[in-house]
């Protein structure tokens, strides 16, 4: 049988997968070395115990007869969908029905999945440095064309750096898809309402789609900044929003994600007419999904709970104050660094003409710290690092104070 060529000409190793060899390798050439892991943006702290309860308590059910639960619905259950809208969305003035928000196991799970409803020849953007799964999905799916010279061929890039103040400048060739995230990762940067607005009319007067995945949404201190793309006027027409409990409420074990496929948000047919992606969506997903169990979708549904988010905002907290040790450290050392405020990410820019991999190699040689290489992000992340605060408190100041005491010494 031939195989999908695309996903065989793809660049070699996933990013994180090359950081954890580099890792091993170091690890295993000095044993016993204590290295702190500042790379993955994956959480430590544990589930709060309102929501763990929660999910004990549903596994409990399951093993009775009244509360046993089979498949459920494969857009998830009323009650989450509902827990959802009235705790996440009504508070912002945001009014969505139940049909127009989706559960499932993960935003990576669904920002790789949105692209199977654009046509195979729709042209994408995304910012750039970028989370790569939107690339890479778009990539396997033949959209791209060649990756040539760390370049797909038919990928619109806007740069996003120090030096533009993290704001990408629209692109002026045609682009179906704009792939946007705020809170951004890698960056840690933020979009305020104005900036978002002029997308949102840009992307309006073009009809181009905007992805906008606010994983991170959590971590905006400054209620003036847009929690959700929905607060500007109009996005219900053109955006599609994902969302996670992931780094919300700890789920990068436990896997529940959501997102909004408004019903005002059409696509065009070849043929001339238009369709709702929302029914485009169900209708992939009777086809591709038996939904997420039972036990996390009420996990879910207790984290966002008020005493849930009560317990679930005290671990907000401590990220946080990492990532205010670490920038406080960074800042000190006078080199660009960005986000760390309204983000776990801090992105740094290396000193000199280092690149994103030579600072990773430095850090894990002299400080024994794991960050991951901006190159690792996309073109524009070339010559910059990643820094995450979801680490304890306790390696967080060691690892702030390893890293500027070998910088320092460079
Ligand atoms: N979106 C962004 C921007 C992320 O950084 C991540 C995880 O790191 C995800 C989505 C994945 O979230 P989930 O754990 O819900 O799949």
């Known amino acids: 049988m031939f195989v999908n060529e695309h996903i065989a000409g793809m660049p070699a190793g996933y990013l994180f997968s090359e950081i954890a060899q580099r890792v091993k390798a170091f690890s295993a050439s000095h044993p016993g070395e204590k290295v702190i892991r500042m790379g993955i943006g994956d959480v430590t702290r544990p589930l709060s115990p309102f929501v763990s309860e929660a999910f004990a308590r549903a596994a409990r059910e399951m093993a009775t007869d009244k509360g046993f639960h089979g498949y459920g619905p494969e857009g998830g259950y009323p009650f989450l969908i509902d827990a959802i809208i009235r705790e996440e969305y009504a508070p912002r003035g945001i009014s969505l029905s139940r ?37 890479d999905a778009n990539a396997m799916a033949g959209r791209l064309g060649r990756y040539l010279n760390g370049r797909w ?54 009809g181009t789609l905007i992805i906008y995945d606010a994983a991170y949404r959590a971590f905006i201190s400054d209620s003036s900044l847009p929690h959700s793309i929905y607060e500007v006027p109009g996005a219900g027409d053109v955006a599609v929003e994902c969302c996670s409990f992931s780094k919300t409420a700890g789920f990068t074990g436990v896997r529940c994600a959501w997102m909004v496929v408004p019903k005002g ?90 690149t994103g991999w030579a600072l990773f190699d430095f850090l894990l040689d002299s400080a024994r710290v794991v960050g991951t290489p901006g190159e690792g992000f996309g073109p524009s992340g070339a010559g910059c690092f990643r820094l995450t605060a979801f680490g304890s408190r306790e390696d967080t100041i060691l690892g702030a104070e390893r890293i500027r005491e070998a910088l320092l010494a460079l």
Request: proline share 8%; glycine share 8%; net charge neutral.
């Open 99 to 135: 049909e127009e928000v989706f559960v499932s196991d993960g935003a990576k799970t669904d920002t790789a999945a949105i692209q199977e409803l654009f046509s195979p020849d729709a042209a994408i953007a995304v910012t750039d440095p970028v989370y790569p799964v939107y690339v």
């Open 153 to 206: 061929e038919r990928l619109v890039t806007l740069p996003c750096t120090h030096e533009n103040g993290f704001m990408p400048e629209l692109p002026r060739e045609r682009v179906d898809v704009l792939y946007l995230c705020y809170p951004n990762n890698p960056t840690g940067a933020v979009i305020s309402h104005d900036k978002l607005r002029s997308i949102v009319d840009w992307a309006a007067e073009r």
């Open 265 to 354: 948000v059409k696509g065009r047919l070849p043929s001339g007419g238009q369709v709702s992606l929302n029914a485009l969506w169900r209708r992939r997903l009777a086809s591709k999904s038996n939904g997420v169990s039972y036990p996390v979708q009420k996990a879910a549904e207790a984290a966002c709970l008020p005493q849930g988010q009560k317990e679930i905002a005290a671990n907000i907290a401590a990220y946080r104050q990492n990532a205010a040790i670490l920038l406080e450290a960074l800042r000190g050392l006078g080199l660009p660094v960005q986000g760390g405020t309204h983000a776990p990410y801090l992105w740094l820019k290396a000193p000199g003409n280092m």
